[in-house]
């Protein structure tokens, strides 16, 4: 069965940076576009970017350029995100999720990663 | 970016009845050379990561029970829970996936009168 398992939880302080994974098994890694989104707590959702995890073409949405990079490992099928000089307001549970095209929605998801910044 | 919009905020409905949540986005999301809407529905329970209820603004995902449905186009959808269980007590988010960034409504919190 399809599985995306993350990285677990993690504490940061301001000014440092984390790297989270994501690792897919049950179907095969490079058909599907990893996508990353994270969750304030009691907040809504907000999308982070995306990966295409067989030439490693991205789109970050504009207000994480330059403070995310999204990269995958075709050869352990997981895919990474760094986010640096995290601040408090980045505390959130982050989730990657597939689909199966740059245009689709995310019909799997992780089951979220924890990032607190304190 | 396209900004999505939901209503209401929150709602109570008793079981058994008609649950009804709009969405709406800024630029419509409709691609006229396939005539399809670029618009999907999630839903997500406390502790858990969101779970793809509908796509193409009315197509349910399969395994969701079929009381859940999808309907509207261009920049107006609503997403309709015929008769309200239990279970479905969520917050319900709707998803633009046709221009990047792929922005959600901010949510609908459903609950049981």
């Known amino acids: 069965q399809v599985q995306l398992v993350q990285s677990g939880a993690e504490v940061k302080k301001p000014g440092a940076s984390v790297k989270i994974s994501c690792k897919a098994s049950g179907y095969t890694f490079t058909r599907y576009y990893m996508y990353w989104v994270r969750q304030a707590p009691g907040q809504g959702l907000e999308w982070m970017g995306l990966?295409?995890?067989?030439?490693?073409?991205?789109n970050y949405a504009q207000k994480f350029q330059g403070r995310v990079t999204m990269t995958s490992d075709t050869s352990t099928s997981t895919v990474y995100m760094e986010v640096t000089s995290l601040r408090s307001e980045d505390t959130a549970v982050y989730y990657c999720?597939?689909?199966?095209?740059?245009?689709?929605?995310?019909?799997?998801w992780g089951q979220g990663t924890l990032v607190t910044v304190s | 970016d396209i900004v999505m919009t939901q209503s209401p905020d929150s709602l109570a409905v008793s079981l058994g009845e008609r649950a009804t949540i709009n969405c709406e986005s800024s630029?419509?999301?409709?691609?006229?050379?396939?005539?399809?809407?670029?618009l999907a529905w999630y839903q997500q329970k406390p502790g858990q990561p969101p779970k793809l209820l509908i796509s193409w603004a009315s197509s349910r995902e399969s395994g969701v029970p079929d009381r859940f449905s999808g309907s509207g186009s261009g920049t107006d959808f609503t997403l309709t829970i015929s008769s309200l269980q239990a279970e479905d007590v969520a917050v319900y988010y709707c998803q633009q996936y046709s221009s990047p960034p792929f922005t959600f409504g901010p949510g609908t919190k459903l609950d049981i009168k």
């Open positions: 630029h419509s999301v409709l691609y006229t050379s396939n005539n399809k809407n670029y």
């Open positions: 999720a597939r689909s199966l095209g740059s245009h689709l929605p995310h019909d799997y």
């Open positions: 990966i295409n995890p067989t030439d490693g073409r991205r």
